[in-house]
């Protein structure tokens, strides 16, 4: 076996024409993420999805899976074109249509919003762990004035923001694939592959849209696209007046959420504490601050 993806998530080999993924057990959020991958995969290739890998085995015991070995390279972000938002708004009206009545078969996913409040809660408990943290050199300093001096009050502010335009009611839920984007799809000339739902779950319907323009990996991404995203994502996942109000209530907040998820490195068990890192992640954090300014 050749061993072609080593990250702080998993091992990833490839054996002939066979992918053996090897989960971690490393996770900031109890989640059973290989049982999660293989079952998701297995369920959508049953209902006809041939741009995902062919599921082949899951062992429990050993947290390993093992998929079909599919072709195809990242997309890189500068060279994302209209065809490519295309084809994953394709994929996430499949996942939507096809598992709308099969919900129950399903956890909630991480960070689920199964309420407006919700939101708001996802983000004040990462905040939380983040606010009494030990401060062991100059980036994780730089990193708690960040937090304190900016990124707290413009939470409030697009918190109350949040708030006032969306009463707190239950939400319409659909499948989440997860942690969701073009650093998860694979291209071979005209065919896309979708692949790494150990996240996946029940969500708002609305949440998958705002999180996927705004990934760290899509950030770079030309606006116009974005916009092009959006725009298809409202048309065809979202459903009522209600709920397309809601993603253009939104941006604010997703973009701290992401702001807050640069600062994983402060929490002391958190498994990247190089200092490039820290460089790398505090640059990322201004960039989504600036986003709301």
């Excluded at 407006?116 to 300093?141: G, S």
């Excluded at 696209?225 to 993603?247: A, H, M, P, V």
Aim: net charge positive; aromatic share 12%.
């Amino acid at each position: 076996m050749e061993l072609i993806s080593k990250s702080g998530n998993n091992k990833i080999y490839k054996d002939g024409d066979v992918i053996v993924k090897h989960y971690s057990s490393f996770s900031s959020t109890p989640c059973d993420r290989g049982k999660n991958d293989f079952n998701f995969i297995k369920y959508f290739w049953e209902k006809g999805c041939r741009n995902i890998p062919k599921p082949i085995s899951y062992d429990e015991e050993t947290n390993i899976g093992r998929y079909s070995f599919e072709e195809g390279k990242i997309i890189p972000v500068n060279n994302i074109t209209s065809q490519d938002i295309n084809a994953t708004i394709d994929f996430l009206e499949f996942i939507t249509i096809n598992s709308q009545n099969d919900l129950d078969k399903f956890n909630y996913g991480k960070e689920s919003c199964i309420t407006t409040q919700d939101y708001i809660n996802n983000m004040v408990q990462r905040i939380n762990k983040l606010t009494n943290v030990h401060i062991r050199d100059k980036y994780d300093r730089k990193g708690k004035k960040i937090l304190k001096k900016k990124l707290l009050p413009l939470f409030v502010r697009e918190k109350d923001k949040f708030l006032n335009k969306n009463k707190n009611s239950k939400l319409k839920l659909s499948l989440n694939p997860g942690d969701f984007g073009f650093h998860n799809i694979l291209k071979d000339g005209d065919k896309y592959i979708f692949f790494d739902f150990e996240y996946a779950g029940k969500d708002d319907i609305v949440k998958q849209g705002p999180y996927f323009v705004t990934h760290p990996y899509v950030m770079e991404m030309n606006e116009a696209l974005k916009n092009e995203f959006t725009q298809l994502y409202k048309n065809r996942i979202l459903t009522s007046k209600g709920e397309r109000n809601r993603l253009d209530s939104i941006e604010g907040l997703v973009n701290l959420h992401w702001g807050i998820i640069q600062l994983n490195f402060l929490i002391p068990d958190f498994m990247h504490q190089s200092t490039d890192f820290k460089k790398g992640r505090l640059q990322t954090l201004n960039k989504y601050l600036d986003k709301v300014k």
